[in-house]
């Protein structure tokens, strides 16, 4: 599996060894400070040397990644199916319905 980095305040590169069927990506740092969090300092994304891995190779494989991660915990009740086609009755595109039930939650519920 291919990674995918990039890095915000250093120019680091990992060391690549291979072992057998694995690549190992290390990253080293030495003779640097720990940063210590103080109160009004810039976030700590801005100060802070960081390297963001990722094996996913666009959005649209995180999209698919996470709708695997959370269908499966999505229940519709059939009261709910009844009231989204109340709701999107009057529509013929998807994005208007998504639209009016997106308009509806704004209306009927308060969330903070």
């Excluded at 069927?21 to 080293?28: L, P």
């Amino acid at each position: 599996m291919e990674l995918r980095f990039r890095n915000q305040n250093t120019d680091i590169q990992p060391s690549v060894d291979h072992a057998g069927n694995k690549v190992i990506y290390r990253w080293e740092v030495k003779g640097k400070e720990t940063e210590i969090a103080e109160n009004n300092m810039p976030r700590i994304g801005e100060v802070c040397q960081m390297v963001a891995v990722t094996f996913l190779k666009s959005w649209a494989q995180f999209a698919d990644l996470i709708w695997y991660l959370f269908n499966k915990n999505i229940v519709i009740s059939p009261e709910m199916k009844t009231k989204i086609a109340e709701i999107t009755k009057n529509h013929n595109l998807l994005r208007e319905k998504i639209q009016s039930v997106i308009k509806y939650i704004q209306d009927e519920y308060r969330y903070v």
